[in-house]
């Protein structure tokens, strides 16, 4: 089967650095992506990566190393609105057909003044 | 704009009452995704189309059922809804291959009463 972890919760500070981690086993890889949700909304795409190494964009990086199977999603100067779900999702294919993206269940941040 | 448009966002069905979900796009991709979303847990894949091409993941109830009768709609039928089944309803669209991730819809937060 495929797996993906991340923490369940996380808190950090207003202005602070957060970095919230995800490893993945999957049987295929194509890609790695993350993505916020607000509490009743929908996913909102973040970042993507495809290749080993950081992509920055603005306040969010995201980090990923496929030997080890791990991806981080680095989120600077912190503010009140980045409190939300963080979801970490892998592309396929899995099993031959085409590709698909399963999630993991989501880092929950909670920023504080 | 472009975008992915659900309907209804609230969806209230009686226990054992056919219901249909809708799933409207605006952006001319060609594959459409149905997720389903308990709290606090992943969003779950339980089908999708590439193009026509019809893809049901192993572990989707036989209960749930989807159509695709062009490529700017598609529905989720599920038959005979029981509690187990209240849960948001993502529909996605993505362009095979691209890198921008999924688009989501706002999503069909079902209750089953």
């Known amino acids: 089967g495929q797996n993906i972890d991340q923490p369940t919760e996380m808190t950090a500070t207003e202005g602070a650095i957060v970095q919230i981690n995800c490893t993945y086993q999957?049987?295929?890889?194509?890609?790695l992506f993350w993505y916020q949700q607000h509490a009743g909304e929908a996913p909102t795409f973040l970042s993507y990566n495809v290749l080993d190494g950081l992509e920055e964009k603005g306040r969010f990086s995201s980090f990923l190393s496929r030997s080890k199977g791990y991806s981080y999603l680095l989120l600077k100067e912190l503010q009140m609105k980045d409190s939300a779900s963080y979801l970490c999702?892998?592309?396929?294919?899995?099993?031959?057909?085409?590709?698909?993206?399963?999630f993991g269940a989501g880092t929950r941040l909670a920023v504080h003044p | 704009d472009a975008m992915v448009i659900q309907n209804p966002r609230y969806q209230v069905t009686q226990f054992g009452k056919p219901v249909t979900l809708s799933c409207s796009q605006t952006l001319n991709h060609n594959v459409m995704y149905w997720y389903q979303q308990k709290s606090s847990q992943a969003p779950k894949l339980l089908f999708h189309y590439y193009d026509k091409d019809f893809n049901n993941e192993a572990d989707t109830p036989d209960n749930f059922q989807s159509r695709r009768p062009n490529t700017s709609f598609c529905f989720l039928d599920i038959r005979s809804p029981g509690l187990g089944d209240a849960a948001m309803y993502l529909c996605?669209?993505?362009?095979?291959?691209?890198?921008?991730?999924?688009?989501f819809g706002s999503g069909t937060r079902l209750t089953v009463v």
């Open positions: 999702a892998v592309r396929g294919p899995f099993s031959g057909g085409y590709n698909k993206l399963i």
């Open positions: 996605a669209t993505s362009r095979e291959g691209g890198t921008d991730g999924y688009t």
């Open positions: 999957t049987s295929g890889f194509n890609g």
